[in-house]
């Protein structure tokens, strides 16, 4: 149980153009979604927090403008790069817990590899 | 915000050897978690810790909770080739927070 997708798993496309990236949980419901970016031999950095049915929050430095988040549904999150540039090139991860408590694990998609030619 | 550190940065080890690795933080952690991320994969939750001095095992995989609890520890016996990875701690952000920290990582490889 307690599955996490992601799709696409990699996308490549132009500077300028719009990507879209689905994050799902597939067998729970879940409350709290988080986005990561993980840059080549570095750690995940978090994005933002989004919640089912409210507006996402995002951590310092990260362009709400920019990567846009919208958690329609208990099953849903989706994250859209804006205008992508190359810089933006990245491996993007989601995760899902079922509550908004402290401690509540967190379940990790595979990742999605960005790359903005 | 609060830091993570690991050490070793990475490892290059021989299949059937114990690896040890430590993660140290700036300030009091309530959890420490310890993760392992496969090539191109997500992280996989490994160990979870929630009380100073714990000390959990999963199958060959054991970590402690540090009595200061600024640190933890994981250690791996007798390693396997699908022991290859990175493995992160992390912990809450900040107190009552369900937003996560990751440690810096800790690279393994196995030299056959």
């Known amino acids: 149980g307690a599955v996490v997708s992601q799709h696409p798993s990699r996308v490549i496309c132009k500077s300028g153009t719009s990507v879209k990236i689905e994050c799902r949980s597939l067998?729970?419901?879940?409350?709290?979604m988080f986005w990561y970016r993980q840059f080549p031999k570095q750690s995940l950095m978090l994005m933002a927090t989004?919640?089912?049915?409210?507006?996402?929050?995002?951590e310092q430095g990260v362009e709400k403008d920019k990567f846009l988040i919208n958690h329609a549904s208990l099953t849903l999150s989706t994250l859209t790069v804006t205008s992508a540039h190359p810089e933006d090139s990245s491996f993007y991860i989601c995760?899902?817990?079922?509550?908004?408590?402290?401690?509540?694990?967190?379940?990790f998609g595979p990742g999605t590899r960005l790359t903005v030619l | 915000g609060q830091q993570l550190n690991q050490s070793p940065q990475s490892m290059f080890i021989q299949e059937g050897e114990d690896v040890s690795m430590n993660c140290t933080s700036s300030?009091?952690?309530?959890?420490w978690l310890w993760y392992k991320q496969d090539p191109g994969e997500g992280p996989v939750l490994l160990i979870a810790l929630y009380k100073a001095g714990e000390l959990t095992s999963n199958g060959r995989l054991t970590a402690q909770f540090g009595i200061t609890r600024k640190d933890s520890f994981l250690n791996i016996s007798a390693s396997i080739p699908s022991d290859v990875g990175i493995y992160f701690c992390?912990?809450?952000?900040?107190?009552?927070?369900?937003?996560?920290?990751f440690g810096t990582g800790t690279r393994l490889t196995i030299i056959p």
């Open positions: 300030s009091i952690f309530n959890t």
């Open positions: 067998d729970f419901q879940a409350t709290t």
């Open positions: 992390a912990g809450p952000a900040n107190f009552g927070n369900e937003k996560l920290t």
């Open positions: 989004s919640n089912e049915g409210s507006k996402a929050t995002y």
């Open positions: 995760s899902a817990s079922q509550t908004s408590g402290v401690g509540d694990t967190q379940y």
